[in-house]
């Protein structure tokens, strides 16, 4: 099934040429369908990339998706238009009374900033604790996992001595757990920051369960409420071509930075990146759309927040469902 996305989004065309599947907003009022609804808070600059990215990865299901994508309220935003601000995003008090199968935030370049002192705090604040009673299950990227489970749990984050960057092994921690379906036991997730989270502080909230981490890179997903909160700390959203652009730019900029681990052939960055975490996002990505949302939200919007509704699958020890 295709994603519903608004009418002249640039991504739509982009999508098209790599044969995905996406259907604008004139024509899908014309399907007798409930799609899902899905809200994006985009925090990161290259605010199209991202788009794409996601979108890319969202389209890779059977579902219809519709998607809001919401922004920073006076937020200025330097690297993307104003017309496509205008025309594409919303900013939470438009869409606060609404009701959503599945939210996404995303990462911010503001890690290495304690998060009481981001300008847009109280209402990234604002827009997790609506998440709560408002969206079915809600997925935190990058910094925003970092900030969100600062805002429930009190879990804090640390500054790294130098950037964790490039490409990373991770391992699964159970397969039976409906996000790892069809996962091997080890996947590869691109990480890009500058600050860490530790499990050991992760491991003293009860409602917090470590499922996925690599041991060069530490944690990369944490699970609450079985599932209704999501956060990970890795991109894999990220295209082929990110990790490079970030290194090329930080070059750029005179910034100290090393090559991207495991990314370039050979470890030179003059060869073309070696993409090896697209099928795991894509069934990541998939599963979560499946398991967390689809299964569990209601049919009718309104009812989201009332009840937790329960995995409508059984798993074996092996891994397999009814």
Not at 8 to 24: Q, S, T, W
Not at 126 to 145: H, K, P
Not at 202 to 223: A, P, R
Not at 307 to 321: A, C, E, I, T, V
Request: hydrophobic share 35%; proline share 6%.
């Amino acid at each position: 099934m295709p994603l519903n996305i608004p009418d002249k989004l640039p991504a739509i065309e982009l999508l098209r040429e790599e044969n995905i599947f996406v259907i604008d907003e004139t024509r899908a009022i014309h399907q007798d369908i409930r799609p899902l609804k899905l809200v994006i808070l985009n925090l990161m600059p290259l605010k199209i990339s991202t788009e794409t990215d996601l979108l890319r990865l969202l389209s890779n299901t059977p579902l219809q998706v519709e998607i809001d994508f919401l922004k920073i309220r006076g937020h200025e935003h330097k690297n993307t238009s104003a017309e496509h601000m205008r025309m594409f995003y919303t900013t939470f008090d438009k869409i606060s009374d609404n009701k959503y199968d599945g939210m996404i935030i995303t990462g911010a370049p503001v890690e290495h900033l304690p998060f009481e002192d981001v300008t847009y705090w109280d209402e990234m604040k604002e827009i997790m604790d609506w998440s709560v009673n408002n969206v079915t299950s809600s997925l935190f990227i990058c910094w925003a996992a970092q900030a969100s489970l600062f805002h429930f749990y009190g879990v804090p984050k640390y500054p790294l001595d130098k950037k964790m960057f490039g490409v990373f092994k991770h391992q699964v921690s159970d397969h039976k757990l409906p996000i790892f379906r069809g996962f091997d036991d080890e996947y590869y997730v691109p990480q890009s920051r500058h600050t860490e989270l530790r499990a050991e502080d992760i491991v003293q909230v009860e409602k917090l369960d470590i499922v996925s981490q690599s041991k060069d890179s530490g944690v990369n997903m944490v699970m609450a409420k079985n599932g209704k909160q999501i956060f990970v700390t890795g991109h894999s959203e990220y295209s082929r071509e990110t990790l490079n652009n970030e290194y090329q730019r930080d070059l750029g900029k005179g910034l100290p930075i090393e090559v991207p681990r495991d990314y370039y052939p050979d470890n030179d960055p003059k060869q073309k990146p070696i993409m090896k975490w697209r099928s795991a996002a894509n069934l990541f990505f998939t599963n979560w759309l499946n398991y967390y949302v689809y299964q569990k939200t209601p049919y009718n919007l309104d009812d989201i927040g009332k009840n937790d509704k329960p995995l409508l699958f059984d798993y074996h020890s092996d891994g397999s469902g009814i």
